[in-house]
């Protein structure tokens, strides 16, 4: 009588359990870290993204999202931080957000400044105002205050 054992794995098996849980890690570290810090590799160009949220937030006339809050724009050429819709409209034409005829963005100043620092020194006459500057590829926001 012969000695039979068990079958073993063959080597497929073997192959597909190992991408098995080489898959399962990648999907476990982009759903907790943020497929951002995963894979930059694969989107180095967020530019139609940011100007269909644009569009979108001038269609619903969505005032906070069109003039105050910031999104990072990633293009081939350069990344800007917390920039707003307003600014790209206004400031950033290259990249074809348009400006936003059912919003007007009254409450924001967009000034050159070289360091945060600055900003508080524009709030004369502009109570209430959002003062903004492009410092360092990021859009920089001090809210002014009511002088006492």
């Not at 081939?76 to 950033?92: P, S």
């Amino acid at each position: 009588m012969d000695n039979k054992r068990g079958q073993g794995m063959s080597t497929n098996t073997i192959i597909l359990l190992i991408l098995g849980i080489v898959v399962l890690i990648v999907l476990v570290l982009g759903f907790t870290m943020g497929w951002n810090k995963i894979t930059p590799w694969i989107s180095g160009n967020n530019v139609d993204t940011i100007v269909s949220a644009c569009e979108a937030s001038c269609a619903v006339n969505g005032v906070y999202d069109f003039c105050i809050m910031g999104r990072s724009l990633k293009a081939e050429d350069m990344t800007l931080k917390e920039v707003t819709c307003n600014y790209l409209a206004n400031n950033q034409t290259i990249y074809g957000v348009n400006k936003c005829s059912s919003i007007t963005c009254d409450n924001v100043i967009f000034v050159e400044a070289i360091s945060v620092e600055d900003l508080p020194t524009f709030c004369t006459e502009n109570d209430n105002k959002v003062i903004q500057a492009l410092i360092e590829d990021t859009l920089e926001s001090y809210t002014c205050s009511e002088s006492i």
